[in-house]
T-cell receptor
Framework: NAGVMQNPRHLVRRRGQEARLRCSPM?????VYWYRQLPEEGLKFMVY????????ESGMPKERFSAEFPKEGPSILRIQQVVRGDSAAYFC????????FGSGTQLSVL | DAKTTQPTSMDCAEGRAANLPCNHS???????VYWYRQIHSQGPQYIIH???NNETNEMASLIITEDRKSSTLILPHATLRDTAVYYC???????????FGAGTTVTVRA
């Protein structure tokens, strides 16, 4: 988990609210990957972003989910109108030959 | 769609070597074998990877069979802190998508 910073560590939202998860890659890395881990399941790829570009969003749900990585600042994974099924751990990673993961954001939807 | 097969769980005595097997019988010539682990509630941690030669680093050794259809991760002196889920993943060089299966839950006992 060297250097990939995610916040918040825990996030509680009520159904219908918005969740915003932030990720800063390791110093010197210009791209991030988001993964989701549902309870008792393995990690699943969601999206790959470079600065100001979405490279691959094939793992993103079609609705309510979006991601961005602006020129300045962290990458943001945004979930609109959250539902209980969105409760999961969301991990961000950066790297190339080796991927380094952050500590994750545990999203709980009440 | 996981390309690897691992035992569901295994126990190991503290101080002894832990040998974690992985089958990847359909591996392609350009696919590497990667090992990650995930300690409870944390992000995945890179351990080691290799193509066809055996590899060793400060954390572990990776033994790949000559036909590359299986491999073994060796933790030389397991400690209680090595208790985690260990994932064996095959990955094409440059592919950013890691496909995490269920992994092997390793419990190190005192």
């Amino acid at each position: 988990n060297a250097g990939v910073m995610q916040n918040p560590r825990h996030l509680v939202r009520r159904r219908g609210q918005e969740a915003r998860l932030r990720c800063s890659p390791m110093k010197g890395h210009s791209h991030v990957y988001w993964y989701r881990q549902l309870p008792e399941e393995g990690l699943k790829f969601m999206v790959y972003l470079q600065k100001e570009n979405i490279i691959d969003e094939s793992g993103m749900p079609k609705e309510r989910f979006s991601a961005e990585f602006p020129k300045e600042g962290p990458s943001i994974l945004r979930i609109q109108q959250v539902v209980r099924g969105d409760s999961a751990a969301y991990f961000c990673a950066s790297g190339g030959e080796k991927l380094f993961f952050g500590s994750g954001t545990q999203l709980s939807v009440l | 769609d996981a390309k690897t097969t691992q035992p569901t769980s295994m126990d190991c005595a503290e101080g002894r070597a832990a040998n974690l097997p992985c089958n990847h019988s359909t591996i392609s010539g350009n696919e590497y074998v990667y090992w990650y682990r995930q300690i409870h509630s944390q992000g995945p941690q890179y351990i080691i990877h290799g193509l066809k030669n055996n590899e060793t680093n400060e954390m572990a050794s990776l033994i790949i069979t000559e036909d590359r259809k299986s491999s073994t991760l060796i933790l030389p002196h397991a400690t209680l802190r090595d208790t985690a889920v260990y994932y064996c993943i095959v990955r094409v060089a440059g592919d950013y998508k890691l496909s995490f299966g269920a992994g092997t839950t390793v419990t190190v006992r005192a």
